[in-house]
């Protein structure tokens, strides 16, 4: 190796024949080095080469550069290394993207070099192998058109190759010699008794790892890699690739959109993008009723990447369809619609932004002509294995209540809410916590069509309120004071009772306090002692049901519309009681400020309980809620309990958990804006007021 910077070494230009040479060993460094082993030598010779390629541009060097890297990059293609046979295909798609291949080179590369690496060992090489492809698609779209000699198509010298390589790897079941992929109990044919042949096939014992026990995730060859290839062809040839695209090419893409590995779905979403890009709005149209269904096929995937994939491929089809858009968003409306809400946020932002190009300022008219078709995607998707699946539902459903035209939406309030009814009762507390928000919006929008579950959704209601995570607890009492809203002084009547049972139970609490009682800890600390002991016993790793980050279905288990309770069955902690009362007066103060006074004396109560673990919880929840009820009772109302906090607030101010600390002040801020601050600090006694200058002079931060 040299010992010359070779990365910012000079052109030798103007030097004679020495400079020459010395400008081919420079060439040969660099590309010997676009082979490395370590990525960022290899990032930096490419980067080198393409700044050198620049430089020629235009010059009679240009030609000797051009062949210099190409001979070195032939001598890599064939080394044992992948690394070296991943920076041959590097250094190759660099010339052909500077237009420095001549046809020769370039059959070769299409004829030999790509397809001899198409199943190489190694993935990146193999990722490598359909970007080069892609780029020497381009190439020969721009020379045919030129005239040149290169006047055959990329896929006519590799189609074939491609097309066999994607049916030799289709199927993983080949591997087991043609053995059945499950170990199925013997099928009795029961004709007369279909319940006995359903549970027939309910009970079947499926072997994990084969067939439809396989995993989502499990590497499939070289599959998705030649997938990726034909698609990189057809993105590089553009209108060009329309000759080709046969009804047998789109067969195989509808295929292997519902194909078990997710990789191989989400490369062919991408692949109906592609298509979308070289049909034109006509083409597209006579087959909208196919695409649209694949399309939402993967708008509906359990797997996010796919989704994105989906969504990618679906805003390409609308927009090239300007024309036709009557015809086509009624099929792909209801899958648009809940992906805004989807967890994962790429998906989420680009179809919000998909939403926005399609139907502008119509979206709620395109959903209530929709509507028929939107409510039965929405309740189908409530039931999905996915459990972020059935949170977004629940976001979707409140959405089409408040939202959308009332009149559209009528007819299947009573469908809606006995889906949101099963949400409510689901294992995964997230949904709950949906569908809880949206009873609470539906009650307020369709009170009459309510009615008939009310009872149902008290029930639910009030044992949220005790829930363990506390987001759940502060939206029951959002949720039940939309029922306030709805209902007037029956519910209300009803809450305050209840009030009167929880308000104070946290008087009744035991000293060592539990926060998510009785709920599995899956934290990767607090399951590593547990794995430990399971990591080397084979018994534990075989035939077992396999779980996927994508789908938590063997996890957290759907609801059920029945008598059973809510997924997680636990008995609250009273300080989890007491905590979501205290949410629940702030949210009734807004609907009746003179039915929670009543409950100030006790949340006052509540301020001075320091005998169990968990107080700095409970009061962290008072100090930030107190302000907000002070203002909506009304000041000089609440003037009259402020002493009843004084003592127990500054208290606090001067703790050690931060997170109470903090509340503390900002409530002692807040009040002071509220109530004036003289009149706050005239309630102080002398000492409370040398405490109360020493914490505020250290937290002056929240003084603001």
Known sequence: ??????????????????????????????????????????????????????????????????????????????????????????????????????????????????????????????????????????????????????HCHVWELTGNTILKSIEKNYSRDAEDGGEPSSKI???????????????????????????????????????????????????????????????????????????????????????????????NENELF????????????????????????????????????????DEILPLLVPHMCLNRYYVAEGVRTYSQE????????????????????????????????????????????????????????????????????????????PVRDAACLATGRCVLAFPDESRDILEKLYKLWFAHLEENIFSVREDSAVALANAARAYGDEAITRITQKLDEMLLKAKNQESDSKSLSKLENVTTFGVAAARAKIANDKDSHTDKTMFSCGSLAPKLKRGADCCGDYGINRPAEPWESSDGSIYMVRELAAVSPEAVVPFIPALAELSNLYHFTHYVTLHETLWRCLPVIAERVGKKVFKQHLELFLDSMLKDLQCDHRLCQAAAATCIAKLQKLIGKGIFLGRLTEQQLQDYERSMTQLGAYMI
């Open 354 to 429: 998909t939403w926005r190009l399609a139907v502008g300022d119509e979206g709620k008219d395109w959903v209530a002509r929709c509507i028929q078709n939107v409510v039965s995607y929405y309740v189908e998707q409530s039931g999905a294995n996915n459990h972020a699946v059935r949170e977004a539902a629940c976001a979707c459903i409140a959405e089409l209540m408040v939202k959308v035209d009332r009149s559209a939406v009528s007819p299947h309030v009573p469908r809606l809410l006995s889906c949101l009814l099963t949400c409510f009762r689901d294992a995964s507390w």
């Open 286 to 325: 006579e087959k909208h009723v196919e695409l649209s269904g694949r399309l939402g096929f993967g708008l509906s995937d359990n797997w996010s990447q796919v989704r994105y994939a989906a969504s990618v491929a679906t805003r390409k089809f609308v927009l090239a369809t300007p024309h036709y858009k």
């Open 185 to 279: 109990a013997p099928k009795e044919h029961h004709e007369s008794d279909p319940i006995a042949s359903l549970l027939q096939q309910s009970y079947q014992v499926v072997e994990p790892g084969k067939g439809d026990m396989r995993h989502g995730t499990e590497g499939w060859k070289c599959l998705e890699t030649s997938f990726r290839a034909l698609n990189n062809i057809m993105k590089g040839s553009g209108d060009e690739f329309r000759q080709y695209l046969d009804d047998e090419i789109l067969a195989l893409v509808y295929k292997s959109l519902k194909h078990p590995n997710r990789f191989i779905r989400e490369i062919c979403q991408f692949m109906l993008g592609t298509v979308c890009e070289i049909l």
């Open 1 to 150: 190796m040299v010992a010359i910077d070779i990365y910012n070494r000079p052109s030798a230009e103007g030097q004679g024949k020495q400079g020459q040479q010395d400008d081919e060993t420079v060439l040969q460094e660099l590309v010997s080095h676009a082979g490395s082993r370590q990525h960022l030598e290899r990032e930096k010779a490419l980067r080198a080469l393409d700044g050198m390629a620049n430089h020629f541009e235009g010059k009679e060097e240009s030609s000797v550069f051009a062949e210099v890297v190409r001979k070195s990059a032939e001598n890599m293609f064939g080394s044992v290394e992948w690394e070296e046979r991943l920076g041959g295909l590097k250094v190759s798609e660099l010339l052909v993207r500077r237009g420095l291949v001549d046809d020769d080179f370039a059959l070769k590369l299409c004829k030999v070099y790509c397809m001899d690496l198409l199943e190489d060992s190694e993935v990146r090489v193999r990722w490598a192998v359909g970007e080069l492809l892609g780029e020497l698609s381009k190439v020969c779209q721009s020379s045919v058109s030129k005239g040149s000699t290169l």
